[in-house]
């Protein structure tokens, strides 16, 4: 518990800090071309490798830079990572990564939000190429051609739909991985982002169950999962079990339930995706001496994650206000959580489009 507390006190910290920075365009940039794969390797697995070797392999002399979700560290369903981000970005790196950057702080955030912060990571990282694995289905294949073709494809409720020619392309809705895709090519398309020809898109591999890689690790017992994983991943993972240092899904009670009892409606309606219908349940139906009775008072949302969610924002109480200002920021820094050696570093440096450029410490 102690560990997740220091990283939780120290990423507020960090929050704000880059709250109070500005973003300071860089005047040169350099003709490297800079693959930028976005992801949380929650832990890096088979399917994260074989994207970044295909990839790798189609553009051999391209600086890869692995995005990986930050601050805070809860995953997009809301709940606390295996790993914290420095060791991720240590196996991304060993596994052939050139330069791991901090993304957005994915659990505390809208979908919508946080795929806008990641957009304009890509744009400040001046990006070649985006590679994204994806699950065939039927239909899909014509959204990814028009993608390439730098059409605006957005989804809605059902649909998707081609904006540049006002077509409706698919009624259905998305599997998850192939969601994102057409999430970011609303928001890429939002932020006035040429992705022509950027997206390298990479069918998904069979035989690897996020379910099962997990609870591996909470037995610590690797024998189902040895083939899904690179080694270096499950050597890691070990070295961490016996440091006691999985985070996975361990919470600052103590801060939810303070959020929970003590913050007035008002302030419970400020917080991000918090609305005045939430708010006041959770005030109506305390206090909470434990989380079971509050998760009984939060709400159904739109997705299927959205207690977890809840419980990220009560658990970090940062108003609505204070994350759109933080977006319209973003990236007002670019932190760096590891890299493979100065020379990548210094070619990194020259390609971004932004001045502040730091080192995760």
Known sequence: MSKVLDILRRDK???????????????????????????????????????????????????????VPGLFERSGRGIPYILPREVRAEIAISVGADIVVEGPPMGIMGSGQYSLSLCKMFKALNTTY????????EGFDEILKRINLGHHIAPKPYKIVDKTTNEILLRDKLEEDNYVITSFSNSLSKIGFDYTNKFIFVERIEGVSGTLIRE????????GVI????????????REINNDSIIYGIRDIESILNTANNFTLEELSS????????????????????????????????????????????????????????????????RILGYKNDE???????KVNNENISLFS
């Open 344 to 350: 990548v570093l210094e070619k990194f440096i020259k």
């Open 13 to 67: 910290k960090l929050f704000y800090d880059d709250l109070d920075m500005d973003f300071v365009n860089s005047d040169e940039t350099s003709d490297d071309n800079l693959i930028a794969d976005f992801t949380e390797y929650n832990p890096l697995h088979n399917g994260h490798f074989h994207c970044m070797k295909t990839a790798k392999h189609m553009f051999p002399d391209s600086l890869f830079v692995a995005v």
């Open 271 to 334: 917080l991000n995706l918090f609305n005045d219908k939430l708010a006041k349940n959770i005030v109506e139906n305390g206090p909470y001496d434990n989380l079971e009775e509050l998760e009984k008072s939060i709400l159904y949302g739109f997705s299927s994650h959205f207690h977890q969610r809840v419980l990220s924002i009560l658990e970090n109480p940062i108003p609505k206000k204070t994350v759109s200002q933080y977006i319209e920021k973003y990236p007002a820094n670019i």
């Open 216 to 223: 591996s690790i909470l037995n610590d017992n690797f024998d």
């Open 130 to 137: 985006i590679p994204r694995g994806y699950k065939p289905v």
């Open 227 to 238: 083939d899904m994983m690179p080694s270096k991943t499950i050597e890691v993972l070990k």
